[in-house]
C-alpha cells in the first residue's frame, strides 16, 4: 500500500552555505585558543602528505590540537550557540511556517521539512539557533571517553558521504540504526527526490546537486555576495555554466524578497502544486462513479 507523499524536504549544506563562516573558525578555534591558518595548513598536509581523507583529516588534527583539553559533546552545543548565520537566518524558518502554501495544499496535508547534511561537527549545529526549526542534522560526530571528553570520531560525513542522507530523507530512515540500503519501492518512499530542493555553496555539494537533479528535484547554488574576492560567486558560477549542475544560483540572503528567498518559494509553490494535481488525478481515476437515472 502506498504512502501518502506530502512531505517536501528543503535539504541545506551549512558551512558557505547557511553561514558565513566555517563553524570550526567561528566558535571553537577562539574557545580553546587553536590558530586557524596553521590549522587548515596541518589538515591540508595529512591530505597532500599522508593521503588522509579531507574530514577525517580535520578531525584527527582539532583532537592533536586539544590535546588534554578535549571538550565534551555538551561543551560543543554549549558553544553551537554562539554560530552566526547569512541574513534572514533563522527567522526565514518561523517565516515559513505560514503563507508558503495556499490553503488548499495544507488541507491536502502537504508540509515542508527542513535538514541539514553538512561535514562540520554535529554536536556544535545541535546547539545553533538553528537545531529547533530543522527535522534532523546529519554531521560528523564523536564518541566520549570515561570522563566524557570526545575521543575518537564515531561518525565521518564527507562530500561523498552526504548523498547516503538524502537516501535517508527520501526513504524516511533517519535513524543511524535503520539500514539504508534495504530495498524500498518508490511508493512506499515518503519524501520523493521530486519533492527536493537541495541548498549548497559548491564543487562539495556536486553529489547531492547530482543526486536530487537527476531525479527530479530542485538544486540551488548559493555564494556569499559580501566576498570581495569574487572566489565564492566564481565557485557558483562553474556549477551553472558548463557543469551543468545546477540552473539557479544566488546570493545567500534569505530575507523575505530576495532573489534565493523568491527561488526556494516558488520551487516549494510548483512542487505543492504538483502533489495536490497528482492527489487530484488519483482521485478522479479512482473514483466509480454512481449509476445515473
Not at 578535549?70 to 541574513?87: I, V
Request: proline share 7%; glycine share 6%; with cysteine.
Amino acid at each position: 500500500m502506498a504512502v501518502p507523499q506530502n512531505t517536501i524536504a528543503i535539504v541545506f549544506d551549512y558551512d558557505q552555505t547557511l553561514s558565513p563562516n566555517y563553524m570550526q573558525d567561528e566558535v571553537l578555534f577562539p574557545a580553546f585558543g587553536i590558530d586557524p591558518p596553521k590549522f587548515w595548513q596541518r589538515c591540508h598536509a595529512l591530505v597532500r602528505e599522508e593521503g588522509y581523507d579531507n574530514e577525517l583529516a580535520y578531525l584527527k588534527a582539532l583532537l592533536d590540537c586539544l590535546g588534554m583539553d578535549r571538550p565534551t559533546n555538551k561543551q560543543l552545543r554549549d558553544l553551537g550557540a554562539g554560530l552566526k548565520f547569512y541574513p534572514g537566518l533563522p527567522e526565514m524558518f518561523d517565516e515559513f511556517k505560514t503563507g508558503l502554501l495556499r490553503p488548499e495544499h495544507e488541507t491536502l496535508g502537504i508540509r515542508v521539512e527542513h535538514y541539514i547534511i553538512s561535514s562540520g561537527i554535529k554536536s556544535l549545529l545541535e546547539g545553533s539557533r538553528l537545531a529547533s526549526h530543522v527535522r534532523a542534522i546529519f554531521a560528523c560526530e564523536f564518541a566520549e571517553d570515561s570522563a566524557g571528553r570526545i575521543a575518537f570520531p564515531k561518525r565521518v560525513i564527507s562530500h561523498t558521504q552526504k548523498t547516503q542522507f538524502l537516501f535517508r530523507i527520501n526513504k524516511g530512515m533517519l535513524e543511524h540504526s535503520q539500514d539504508v540500503n534495504d530495498h524500498m519501492p518508490p511508493d512506499l518512499r515518503p519524501v520523493p527526490f521530486e519533492h527536493m530542493i537541495y541548498i549548497g555553496d559548491g564543487p562539495t555539494d556536486v553529489p547531492c546537486f547530482t543526486v536530487v537533479r537527476q531525479h527530479g528535484g530542485h538544486a540551488i547554488a548559493v555564494y556569499n555576495p559580501d566576498d570581495a574576492s569574487r572566489t565564492s560567486f566564481r565557485k557558483c558560477y562553474q556549477l551553472v555554466g558548463a557543469a551543468d549542475r545546477v540552473r539557479h544560483i544566488a546570493p545567500a540572503d534569505y530575507r523575505p524578497g530576495s532573489h534565493l528567498r523568491l527561488l526556494i518559494e516558488q520551487m516549494v509553490s510548483e512542487t505543492a502544486d504538483k502533489i495536490l494535481t497528482r492527489r487530484q488525478r488519483d482521485v478522479e481515476e479512482n473514483t466509480v462513479r454512481a449509476p445515473k437515472h
